[in-house]
């Protein structure tokens, strides 16, 4: 009896961490990927002279986003923004730019991405 305890008691909290690192990759960052392909597909659309639509507006909000950034001395003219997406706060936003880059937006600035927004 005692070693089922002992066993249970180690058992749990490594579940629980390996459970954390699963929602992330499973869940979080397929929400990423996705939201950042939406934007791609509305700037393709915009950029042949079409419209583009919030395909999935109770997962994410596609808008017009003109803002102009610096990160790294480098400037960026921001086209297209989606919030609503992301696990972290509804004020966060990933835009893409007139270049095709994609921006991490939050209140503390714009984070230029080489791959996914940071904590993903």
């Known amino acids: 009896m005692k070693k089922t305890v002992i066993i249970i008691l180690i058992l749990v909290p490594?579940?629980?961490v390996f459970m954390r690192s699963f929602n992330r990759a499973e869940v979080?960052?397929?929400r990423a990927l996705h939201t950042m392909n939406t934007l791609f597909e509305a700037y393709m659309a915009k950029m042949d002279g079409g419209v583009f639509t919030n395909r999935?507006?109770?997962e994410r909000r596609v808008f017009d986003f003109t803002n102009h950034f610096?990160?790294?001395g480098t400037n960026y003219q921001c086209l297209l923004a989606a919030d609503s997406w992301d696990y972290q706060g509804a004020s966060?936003?990933?835009a893409i730019t007139s270049d095709k880059r994609f921006l991490y937006i939050d209140q503390h600035g714009a984070v230029l991405l080489s791959g996914m927004p940071p904590g993903y």
Request: net charge positive.
């Open 14 to 16: 490594v579940y629980l």
């Open 56 to 58: 999935r507006p109770d």
């Open 92 to 94: 966060n936003l990933l």
């Open 28 to 30: 979080l960052r397929p």
């Open 70 to 72: 610096v990160v790294g």
